[in-house]
């Protein structure tokens, strides 16, 4: 046997079987890793259309969710909506604001401020706390940040109802509100 590999050795018939050999699996892998680097650019794709159809199928439950409790809300709140009209009175609440703003004191440490308190008739306050809708209707992008647009564009009728009354309030009677800090001496003045 050692005869055999000696003169195989010595020969070079060992090199040219070697370099036969080389070249033939070289030849018969090539289509291998050609397959091999289409198939992985395939999963890559496959894995990018599976996080986007995830996110959408994310997107499509928190819609059905929200759905779901509207349709729950509104016939469990339908009381509530019903008596917006009284309890929300542009007239009266502005005139319960202005109000608690003139029995309030302006001070002027650490800077001009004025705690006003309560600054809505207490029916409004509850109401816009039970406004306040599930977390479903929240912002999904941060979880940390709960926040809500205003006006809100999809959510149980109290909730749009209430808070669409707070951001015309706000608006309208806000800017008052802003001028008094720059007028201090006319702070009840200006409502």
């Known amino acids: 046997m050692s005869l055999l590999k000696s003169l195989v050795y010595r ?4 090199r040219l079987m070697q370099d036969a050999w080389t070249t033939e699996l070289r030849e018969s892998v090539a289509p291998l890793r050609s397959d091999v680097r289409r ?16 996110a959408a199928l994310a997107t499509v439950e928190r819609s059905a969710d929200q759905t779901r409790l509207v349709l729950r809300l509104n016939q469990r709140q339908h009381a509530d909506v019903a008596r917006l009209p009284q309890t929300l009175d542009a007239d009266r609440v502005r005139a319960f604001v202005r ?3 003139e029995r309030s004191t302006l001070h002027d440490d650490p800077c001009p401020y004025a705690l006003v308190e309560p600054l809505l008739p207490a029916d409004v306050y509850k109401t816009v706390l039970r406004a306040i809708p599930p977390v ?37 009677f806000g800017k008052r509100i802003e001028t008094m800090g720059s007028r201090a001496s ?3 003045r200006s409502l």
């Open 136 to 172: 479903a209707f929240f912002g999904a992008r941060d979880p940390i940040k709960q926040n809500l647009r205003i006006p809100v564009e999809f959510a149980p009728a109290l909730t749009e109802t209430v808070w669409r009354f707070v951001d015309e309030f706000s608006r309208a």
């Open 99 to 101: 109000h608690a703003i």
């Open 39 to 54: 198939l992985t650019t395939e999963i890559e794709r496959l894995h990018a259309t599976l996080d986007r159809t995830v």
């Open 186 to 188: 006319g702070l009840h």
């Open 11 to 14: 020969s070079g018939l060992m």
